[in-house]
Structures are given as C-alpha cells and as structure tokens.
C-alpha cells in the first residue's frame, strides 16, 4: 500500500465520469448523477455508456477515453470483472482517483480477491488512488464545489464535522442524523473494502483540513492499528475525534467479523481509540449529540456546571445525568445569589440549579446568564428552556444566541419545544449556534462530552519506562530453545526464569526431580510450601491433582510426591515454592493482538476479575500514566488503596510490575499470552504465584 | 381527600368555562382559549373577565355566573387571593371540576396553604372536584370532543397512549417527543400540587378507559404511596403502566425535594413501581420510544430475536444493544436457511441476522418476514432498514406494514432515511403501525422493552409468609419500655431480644456486668467470644475500643473489661457473644419511608455494599419469590450461589431471615431502621453478629 497525503482528486475533484452510468432509475450508475445534480457539483459531470447519448440531459461518452476534458475522479459501478479493463482505461486518460462503488471482490472469496489485485496493480501503476471497492464514496459540502459522489440519500448543508465511516449504513445514519439536528457537516468518507485509500488516511487528510472543527469516526476493524494510533494521535493533537466501535458483546463481535472479517476485538479497539486520544461512545446517538456540542462549542476548563432553568422536572432529570457522568453542580456564590436577587422574580428559586421560573423573560434569562458567565466556579452552563405560550421566546433565545456567540463558557440547551410553532424561536438558537437537544439527559450528556474531551486533554500521557536492569539474553534463548523443541507452553521452570530475568517479583522456587531434592527444596524455601507437577503435558494441574498447597513438612511434602507419581509417572519433575496465603489477589495479563501490540490487562483476582469483570486495559507499551489509571479505574480500587483498616497494597510495585510485563512483551512479541494469575499482594511486596506464558 | 371514580367533567367536559380569560396575545388566560379553538373543542367555550366584549371572537361574561348554559369545567387563572371566591362562584353556578392553572399556594409557603385550604373546603362543599393549583390541565384527544384544557403548545394527534405526569415540564417532553415521533396519544394530564385530583386517580381513570393502550406516567413523589400501589397493582393487571422518576442521585434527588417537596427518594420510588408492576425507566426517550412500541406491537412470549438486515455495520450495533438488554439472538433453523437460500439473492448472508444486502427488493423482504414470522424459536423481528435510492423502498415498506398488521410477532424497524424524501414509504410504515426508529440502538432498546414487560407479567409475584412461631408479646413489651424510656436506639439486649423472638438466628450470646460474669458467659458461650460495652450513649463503639474481638480466654475477657472499665466508667453492662471469624458476609436491613411502608435492602457485606452498592431493595411486606429475586439481582451473586469450591451460603435460610425481618418492621412499624449488618453465613448456618434498631 502507497500512501500521498494529498487526497484532493478524490475529496476536490474538478471533474468527476461515472463508468457505468445508467438511464435506469433505480440503479447507482443513476443515482450518483442525480445526486451530483442535485447537490450542485461546481464541475463538469461525464457520464460513460456505450449505449445511451445522454443521462439526465448531460452527454453520455462511450468510453471514458472520448471524454475532451481533464477528469480527476471517477466511479466505476459496471459488474467486477470489468473493472479491471476500466482502471488501465482511467490511467491512460490521466484520472487520478477512481471510487470503485462495484461490490463482488475480496469479500467474496479468492476470485474477488484476485481482481482487486489486479486493479490495484494497474492502478498503481499509472499511480491512480482506489477508494473502495464495495463502498459508498465522498462528499465534500464546500460551497465552492459540492462534490456529493455518493449514492446515499442526505444532502447535508455545509458544516464543520467530517465523517469517516467503515460502515456505509452507519455513516449514512450519523449524517442523517446531523441532517436531523440541523447541522451541517464539512466531508464525508466511507470506503468499503479499503484497498487502498485507508480510514488513517482520511483521518490525516481531515486533520490537515482547515473546515473540519471536529471528525467523526466510525470503525469495527483496521488492517494496521499501529499505523492508525500513530495517525490518529497526531490529529487528536489538534482536533477533536469522535468515534464508535461496535462488537462490544461477544456476539456482535462475531456478526462484525462475519461481515467485515475484522482482526480487532471491541475491547482493543476502544483502547486503540484512548491510546490514540481519541473520545470513544458506545451510542451513535451519543455520538452524534456529543458532536454538535463539539462544532459550535468552546471546551470548558472543568467539570463544574451552573444550571439555568424555567421548569422544574427537567432540571432533576439533568442533575441526575450530569451527576451520572461525573459533573460537578456547586453552589452559587452569595455574590451571585445577591445580584440575582434584585433581577429575578419573586417565585424564583435563586441556587444551583437557578430557576427563573416559567414567566421569566428575556431579561430574567439575561441576567442569569450574565451573572452565569461570570461566576468563576462554573466552567459551562446548561439551560432548561421550555417555550411557554405567554412569554416573548424570541427574546429569550436572542438572549442565549448573544451569550453563546462569546464562546467564553460552553452552553447546551435542552430546548422543550414544538420547533414548527416556534419556529422563529428555533431559527434564533440555531444561528445562534446554540447546541439544542430534545430531552434533558441528551443536553446533559452532550455537556459532559466536552468535559470528557478537556479531562482527556488534560491527561498525562505518561512516559514508558525502559528497566536497565533485565536480562535480555536470557529470555532470547528460553524463547529459542522452546521454538526449537516446538512448545507453546512453557514449563513453570521457564516461566519462573523469564519473570525473574525481567525482574518480575516471583514467590521463591526450585525445581527439583527426586523426592529428596524436593524435601531439601522445601526446606531451603522454607514451609508451608507449595508443590506442582512441572509438565507441560499436564494442564489444568489443579483439576488433575498436580497442586498440592500447604504442605508444612517434610512427610506431607514425600505424600504429595508419591501421590502424583502415581498419577503422572516417576517421568515428572517438581516445581516447589512458597505457599502465600492470604493477601489481596492481583491478575496481570498481557495478550498479543493482531497487529496492536500486545492488550495489557490489571485487575483484582478471584471474584473481582471472574465475576465482576472489574479490569482494566491498555497497550502495549504501557506508560507509568496509564498503570497508575488502570489501577483508578477499577470499581474496586479502593480494595487496592485499602479498606477497613487493611492497608492495601503497594501500587509503586504493582505499576511497576505491569510496566516491567508490558516492557517483556514489547520486547518479546513472539509471546502470544502472558499471565500473572494470581499475584499476591501482602504488605509491601507483590508475588506471582502462578504464571503462565503461552508462543 | 374525597373520591369519585368518576373524572369525567374534568377529562370529557361538555362546556369550558375560563375565569382570567384575557384578550392580551402572552397570557396563560388567552393561551388556553386560543389552544382550546385551535384544537377544535366541540363544546362551547365561555371566556370571563368583567373587562372586556369578547376574545379571540368568543363573547365574554362579567361572571361565571352570567354564563347562560351549564358549565361542568371551569379554568382559574386569576391571581391566588382571588380563587377561593370563584371557586364559591363556581359551585352556585353548578360547575363540577376546576381546573386552577394559577400558581402561588401551598408551594409558597403558609399563606398560600390557607388560601389553597380555603379553596379546597369550598369545592368540597359544593361537591366540585379541583385539579391543580400551579398546574397545566389536561387533554382529550377524543375526535368526538377534543378538549384542550391547558396552556401547552403541543397538539397531538388521535392515540392510544395517555399520559400523566406531576411535572408540566416533563410532561410537555413526553408529549411532544410522541408528536414528532409520529405518533397519538389519548388523554394527557399535570396535575400540580394536586390538591384534590391524585395521580393514583387519574391512573385508575385511564385504566378503565378503553381507548388507551398504554399509560406513561412521570412523578417526583407521592402523598400516599400505598394508595399508588394498590391502584397501579390493578391498572398494571391490564394495561401495560410505563414511567419514570427522578432523583436518582443525591443531588437530584436533593433539587426534587426542592421544588416539589418529594417524600420519597428515588429508590424507594423504583421499588414502588416494580411492586405496582409498572415498567420504569431512567431516561425519557428510552420511555417515549418503548411506549411507541407499545402503542403498537403486540407483547412477545419470550427473548428470542430474529433480525433482518439490508445493512452490516447496523446490525452489529443492534445486536450488541439487544444482547446488552438480556435479549437472544439464536440461530437460522436449517429448515428455514435452506428455505432462504431458495429466495434470497446471491450475496445475502443466510444466518441470524440475515443480511439481505443493499440491493435487496420487496421480494427478498416478503420472503425473510414469511420465514421470521414462521421460525418458532424467534418470538420477535428486528428490521434494519436503510432506503438505497437504487430500491422501490415503497413495496418494501408495505411488505413489512402488511406483517406487522398481523400482529403474531412484534417488529421493530431501525428505518434509516431521509424522511422527508422518503415521504411516501414514511407514511407506509407509519399506516402500516410499525415502530420505527432513527437508530439501531433505540429500536433494540424499545423491543428489549416489550420483552422486559413479558417478563414482568410472567413472573411469580409470590407468597408473604405468615410466621407462627414468632412472640410478639415479647416485642411489643421491649418496644414499650423503650418508648417509655424514651429510647431511639436499642441496646444489644434489647435488639437481640427482638430478633430472637422472631426468631432471626444470633450468635449465642450472654449479657453480664461484672468482670467475673463476663468471663463465666464467655465460658458458658465457649471461647473465642466478643465483648461489647453496651450503652446507648456509646455510639459507633467499635472507634472509641468499645469492642474487643477474638478473645480467646479467661485473661483476655478480663484485660478488655478493665480496658472498657477505664474508658467508659464502672457503670457499663457487657454483652458477650460468640466470635464467628470467616464465613461470608451479608447484610439485612429495614429502612422506614414516609409512606411507603419499609424499604428492605439485601446484600453482601464488606466491600460489595460500601464500595461496590452491590445491594438489592423491595418494599415490606417481601414475598418468598421477592426475596429469592433480591438474592439472584446481586452483580455478587455467584458469590451467594458457590463460586470456586466454595458452597456459597444457605439461600433458604436467608431467604426466610428476609422475610422474618420484614414482617417483624411489618408488624411494628414504629421500628424506623433495622441492620442486621452484618451477618454471617458459614456452613449451612447465617447469624447474626452485629445489629441495630432505631425507634
């Protein structure tokens, strides 16, 4: 795959052909004409059928080779095995991006496979950019040129969201939904297969772009997530992006990859989008409000919200959800309260939420806000405005319209209306470029976007500690000699050494073959101990009597020996350690993603991780940042900081410990599973005491 | 309070009287005229106001009483001072429901109590029925009468959904998300202080009222729970009740009482819904889009989903909502794959979801709804529909309205379009009375709410054991001389009296003054033992060494005694009891709610209630199945059931201590907070350890 940052044949074109234009009313090769008509497209439009003279009154060309003018973008929609033909055919006439609409290749099988290639090598060739095949297509909204090469059906005004949408059926939702707010977006992007022009790509192009204020992004899965973080996280730099994943469930995961054949599961995918700075949402409705705010609103410095409300049931509703998502309401300063005092009317509740009540008019709203606006300890403001049929709404929403314009504190609105009755009204806050939503919990939820966006911003990234002090070598040949014998479960005994040559606190172990070296093994650990029948051949060692804990002497410990000599032959070798009880169980995990890295994984043990699934995720290379937050993060963590006198455990080693394991990934990426399960924690060290690595 | 089962001058008033009607354009006094003519009420409509000719082309009257025909509802919207007098009026005139719009009552204070008293003593008087003060009134969609009766700015269409809401606000939401969600309602009402005409009333009033489908209710707080919960109890036997309230967090609970003065909190409310069989929800547009469902779709018998999809990314988002909501997406039978294959074009994905693709045309849906409609293990279809312009979506639409019309199955459509150039399959879809919805998740969530509302139905409500072996006397007498005394809090004795009287299990124990005492009750109990000062006046003991744990013999019991004689003074009597270390956890407890009766709470202790809130609530008096259903909703609950070897706890024992406790605050309900915190459970035994009682 090639790569030009300059993606401006395809999202600018100056003259667009459609291969496979049709007279036929429902076909794409039609639709996309109509569309470009409609939509007004500034530049010529040619369509290409040897059959027909012209298509909605514009010239048809028989081969794209007839067409006079220079072309920059075209389509293909003509059936697959044409394509091919059609590219070499677009590279002689000088077309630099071709939009392959066409379905019916890689993702039917080989044969489909077979022609991608194809195009591709021949479109290289001629060094054309592929967007698609089996996609959508762009629009570009900018009035200069109103490119809509697309056969969806929302023709959006001009705006400063773009949107880039793995999913043609979700992308058409999320634009359709802005449609539907009354917002306009800047481009739009959903290209099918990929094949060549990739989602990174366009995310960069609309990073670079002056219009786009905020980028919306829909993805199930990647072909490079390294190349996409690295991307992503130097637009996030400048941009806000909003994106969705989907396959958050199990089966949703599987319907994802049986329709797209995605390598990354949800959970990674959300951590692609943190690593990479990105504001993920499990909702495209969330999504899509969270992004209104984002076009019209400045990003708040805090958490703290003043209320602003004319009725009362819909200003609990917006607490609740305010205070759900981690929002502060603080109460308004005396200083406040007296000027406000001598403005509002006497039914007026004068706090935190303030309602002016239903009569309230302009001037009560103007004072609130004033007042609002300047109260230091409210970062943004939220506004319950219902209509009422006996007040001067206009004025209000003149009133809101001017104090948005400002942009010194982020306002929302839930805005209770009929907007066709108050439809003046309605017009006013939208110039006003107010974000409006219908209920109070969306109001809410989009406000707290914002706030997520400034806590995200905020963050320490963090830095990733490198550990001089671990024996890289001795790793090297473990990992060797076990590709050679062709394992993929190492032993404990090679587990053990890993973590120590990482200097990964173990509990202490030897190893042993004979009943007395496992007593004298014993004895130098000292009791109780804990004894393992040492095989790789042996899983599930506890269901299949290869544990025994608690051994306190030397007779238990010759019981135990016999009793899995018994069991597993006199073959076996014994891993002796130290018997831990008590202490607060940790898990540490690391697993090798296709194409990520590894996902690192913190949590409590026993019930927490396998009930509660209280844990936590990053990748690869975790930062000491990130340790910190997965220990945060968890519902739980105040096991982890100490609770009811206990006191906790040692988070230094803990972060430390997960740092060191993601370093030995990092390093080692040839270990495809690697788990520390449990680890105990008990005053102020940590061990592991049973691990796992699996090649 | 009086009753009549009858709102029909309020909800069907023949003539409407307006005291305050007023020709000036921003007044409530107009608004209500104006909606009333707008709406086009078939009776006649008598503005008064001494002042002027006539309004809005009506002739006004000086006085009501001047009216020449029969008034059954009157609106008042003069000023408070002046309402008592009308409503004197109002009787002589023979009028028999008052609407009060005006605000300015018992909300604001004493004075406005009298005057709302005053009002309500004369209504009663004449036999009038009052609704509000500081209300909006209601609505009447009926076509044979449509009735107008408030100051609102929606006007709906002709439904089957009816709608009650405490706050105007919320309500005027609620109606007008239905409005532009396309559909009905059937009767609307906010009744304010709600003086006189009660939520629960204008609940059973709908209930009986054939015409609606589906009743939404929205309410902060309740003057008589037990009275909503008897009325909802029979209206939910019906008639599917859908609601909400507010305050789910401290703060928002905080600004409800505020504004409303609630009684009960919203946990409590949430209890009370489920106990009255209502559906609740915490989120308005999750209520509104599930009611659309409702007002449309028959209920399913069980989880199963099947979805049709002519889009990927869509149905992966639904399918993670639906899996999110409990719902099952299980797999094509071979009869009905093989059944596809024969109808479905060649790139169609024959599972569950079937993706009949993009291209997809009326026949292929036909024959998807035929084979869905047919498939005995899906008991509901899930459409995601998006409109490709190269489609004749109109005979789409009417394949799916034609299925939906037979109302075997319920369908739900996510309908992804531009609606306005997708009018006429718009209007197939909405004649056809299939719920549709802009997003994937919105229409998984309304059907996960239809099949929330089967499970409800289906669900045991079960048995309120009756004890027998219980002595009441005993209580009864702790609980009189504790009043006598003066007492709040009991003492160990006095709470460890009661619990065994009805006979809640308790560690053994033994009280004993003397050092000596102490030590021959320790014996008596068999070391290890606790040793507890037991003194009312010593609170949070435990902090001020106050109990002494894991004595394990004679010259421990005696150094604790000393200790606590030291601390506390010679005066101090003891209470022994069995030291129980291990076992696991729970808490019990029994919480007093204005109203309500008690709230009683179930969970596991330690970290699970004060870190994780993993607790579980019902209202007294809780059925054998409720407290069986308390165990099971835990996020712990394989902690209850055994988990890792463990054998968990004995259910039917804790299941018959939740009962025994709830008919214990049952029978004396002077008992304000009982915890039994906590217990524990070891083997097949649970007692208790530690309790307390407030009075």
Redesign the interface.
């Known amino acids: 795959m090639y790569m030009s940052h300059n993606l401006d044949p395809l999202f600018k074109p100056k003259a667009v052909a459609l291969i496979g234009a049709s007279a036929k009313e429902?076909?794409?090769g039609?639709?996309i004409i109509?569309?470009l008509l409609h939509y007004g497209y500034k530049g010529p439009i040619y369509p290409v059928n040897p059959k027909v003279d012209e298509i909605r009154g514009l010239k048809a060309y028989s081969s794209i080779m007839d067409i006079p003018g220079e072309v920059d973008l075209a389509h293909i929609v003509i059936p697959p095995s044409f394509v091919p033909e059609e590219v070499e055919n677009c590279g002689k006439k000088g077309v630099r991006a071709i939009i392959i609409n066409t379905?019916?290749f890689r993702e039917?099988g080989a044969k489909g496979l077979a022609l991608e290639n194809d195009f591709l090598s021949r479109a290289k060739h001629y060094g054309i950019r592929i967007f698609g095949p089996n996609c959508q297509g762009i629009i570009n909204s900018d009035p200069a040129l109103r490119a809509y090469c697309n056969?969806?059906?929302?023709?959006p005004e001009p705006g400063h969201i773009s949107i880039v949408?793995?999913?043609?059926?979700?992308?058409?939702?999320i634009m359709?939904?802005f449609?539907?707010l009354g917002i306009g977006i800047r481009m739009y992007a959903s290209n099918g297969n990929g094949s060549d022009v990739s989602i990174p790509e366009i995310l960069r192009y609309y990073g670079s772009d002056e219009g786009a204020r905020a980028i919306v992004l829909?993805v199930?899965s990647l072909d490079n997530p390294r190349e996409f973080m690295e991307v992503a996280s130097e637009v996030t730099a400048n941009k806000p992006v909003l994106a969705m994943t989907?396959?958050?469930?199990?089966?949703?995961a599987e319907?994802?990859r049986?329709?797209?054949g995605g390598l990354a599961g949800s959970i990674s995918m959300v951590q692609i989008f943190k690593k990479s700075g990105i504001l993920s949402f499990?909702?495209?409705?969330d999504l899509c409000h969270a992004a209104v705010a984002f076009a019209s609103q400045p990003v708040p410095k805090g958490n703290k919200v003043g209320i602003i409300t004319n009725?009362?049931?819909?200003?609990?509703?917006a607490?609740?959800e305010l205070?759900?998502c981690g929002l502060e309401?603080p109460p308004l300063s005396d200083k406040a309260a007296n000027e406000l005092k001598g403005t509002m009317l006497e039914?007026a509740?004068i706090?935190n939420?303030l309602?002016v009540v239903a009569t309230a008019g302009a001037s009560h709203f103007k004072s609130a806000l004033d007042v609002f606006m300047k109260e230091e300890q409210f970062d943004s403001i939220y506004v319950?405005f219902?209509?009422?049929?006996?007040?001067?709404c206009e004025s209000v929403a003149r009133e809101l319209a001017a104090f948005s314009k400002t942009r010194v504190k982020p306002i929302v609105c839930n805005y209770?209306?009929?907007k066709k009755?108050?439809e003046s009204t309605t017009k006013i806050l939208k110039d006003g470029d107010i974000p409006c939503f219908?209920?109070?919990?969306?109001a809410a939820k989009a406000l707290s976007a914002l706030v997520r966006y400034q806590r995200i911003k905020s963050e320490k990234k963090g830095k990733v500690k490198i550990f001089p002090d671990v024996d890289h070598e001795l790793v090297k040949e473990i990992l060797q000699n076990a590709k050679v014998k062709g394992t993929e479960v190492l032993s404990a005994v090679e587990v053990y050494s890993i973590l120590e040559a990482f200097r990964i606190p173990v509990v202490p172990w030897r190893v042993a073959t004979l009943p007395d070296e496992v007593i004298s093994a014993a004895t130098e650990i000292g009791y109780p101990v804990v004894i393992k029948a040492d095989s790789e051949k042996i899983i599930h060692k506890s269901d299949v009597g290869g544990v025994a804990v608690n051994i306190r002497n030397n007779d238990e410990a010759k019981e135990a020996v016999e009793k899995m000599f018994g069991k597993f032959g006199h073959e076996i070798t014994f891993f002796v350690q130290k018997y831990m009880p008590g202490g607060i169980e940790l898990i540490i995990g690391a697993k090798s993603e296709n194409g990520v890295g590894h996902l690192i994984m913190f949590g409590l043990g026993?019930?927490f991780v396998?009930?509660?699934k209280d844990v936590a995720f990053t990748i690869s290379p975790a930062t000491d940042s990130e340790a910190e937050e997965m220990m945060n993060s968890l519902?739980?963590a105040?096991?982890i900081n100490g609770?009811?006198g206990d006191k906790g455990i040692n988070r230094d080693k803990a972060a430390e410990i997960i740092q060191r394991v993601s370093m030995l990934v990092s390093d080692f990426p040839e270990i495809m599973e690697l788990d520390l399960n449990p680890l105990i924690a008990s005053g102020e060290n940590i061990y592991s005491v049973d691990a796992r690595i699996i090649l």
Do not use: C
């Open positions: 429902l076909s794409i039609n639709v109509k569309n379905a019916g039917m056969f969806t059906f929302t023709f949408a793995q999913s043609g059926g979700v992308g058409a939702v359709q939904a449609h539907d829909y199930e989907a396959g958050r469930t199990e089966k949703g319907a994802s049986s329709h797209i499990t909702n495209q409705e009725t009362g049931g819909p200003s609990v509703i607490i609740d205070v759900s309401i039914s509740s706090h939420p309602d319950n219902v209509t009422p049929p006996f007040v001067d209770m209306t009929n009755r108050w219908d209920f109070a919990e969306t026993g019930i396998e009930i509660l519902k739980a105040a096991l609770f009811r």
